[in-house]
């Protein structure tokens, strides 16, 4: 719009010239004339500036619809990511204090009958991690548009620009807590015999709470000998540190999610 508008300024400015040049100079430089003249060129120009004006409202007022709608956008990928949290972290919790259970048994040589159950479960646990498809897309989508700028509040401007790395920290914590929670997996084999009389899912690509596979899995070991094994108890306090430093992680990511629902809510009640 913006070129067809200037297209249409030079045409117009040649044409009022054309008309002048034609004329003899002496008339050409009669009062009459330049006054004609400029007239002329100060509509055109005035026409052109309301053009531009005119084109900028509508671009602001697209932009500003725009805007509106990704944010909209946003708080329903917030609410999706929240409830996401709410399934994941407190299993991702049970996982840890599963696996601390196991570490506290295995340091003093001793389980009560309340905790063997918990035991049992360390035991098969250690090695999962629930992950959960968190997702950034409306986020990203704004930074790359440029929209986030348009943002005024700056609160939730520096959150959702934040947002796709906390995500991708996420995501990299996921996969880092699996791959060391490989060597606490193999000892466990080689120290407890588990009996799988079902399909036990991949420890890689198990992104939901556990479904009851547990059922199907019987645990024999004796404690003592557990107790006695050095590299066990050592993988075992590793592996709970990682799940701690997991559930922390998850835990801080899901806050972040908490703050831009805060931020959409008190934006939208202003």
């Not at 407190?90 to 309340?114: F, I, M, Q």
């Not at 490989?182 to 690509?205: I, Q």
Request: with cysteine; glycine share 6%; aromatic share 6%.
């Amino acid at each position: 719009m913006e070129i067809e508008t200037a297209v249409s300024l030079s045409a117009v400015v040649r044409h009022i010239l054309l008309r002048f040049i034609g004329v003899k100079p002496m008339s050409f430089l009669t009062r009459e004339k330049l006054a004609t003249f400029g007239i002329e060129v100060l509509v055109v120009v005035s026409g052109i500036l309301i053009a531009f004006q005119v084109d900028e409202w509508r671009e602001d007022r697209q932009r500003s619809r725009d805007l509106d709608a990704a944010l909209i956008r946003l708080a329903e990928e917030t609410a999706s990511n929240l409830r996401h949290c709410e399934l994941v972290v407190p299993v991702n919790a049970d996982h840890a204090g599963y696996v601390l259970t196991v570490v506290r048994a295995l340091k003093e040589g001793y389980l009560g009958d309340a905790d063997i159950e918990s035991f049992d479960a360390g035991l098969i646990r250690v090695g999962y991690v629930t992950g959960a498809p968190y997702s950034d897309t409306v986020a990203e989508e704004m930074i790359a548009t440029g929209l986030l700028k348009d943002l005024e509040n700056a609160e939730l401007r520096n959150r959702v620009a934040e947002l796709p790395v906390w995500i991708e920290g996420a995501r990299s914590w996921e996969n880092d807590s699996r791959g060391s929670l490989r060597a606490a997996v193999a000892e466990v084999a080689k120290s407890v015999d588990l009996e799988y009389r079902g399909e036990l899912p991949a420890v890689e690509v198990i992104d939901g709470p556990p479904t009851g596979f547990e059922e199907d899995i019987s645990v024999d070991y004796v404690l003592e000998e557990l107790a006695a094994n050095r590299t066990l108890k050592n993988v075992f306090i590793e592996a709970g540190d990682t799940h701690l430093d997991m559930l922390r992680n998850q835990r801080h990511v899901c806050r972040k999610f908490e703050e831009i629902q805060s931020s959409l809510t008190e934006m939208n009640s202003h």
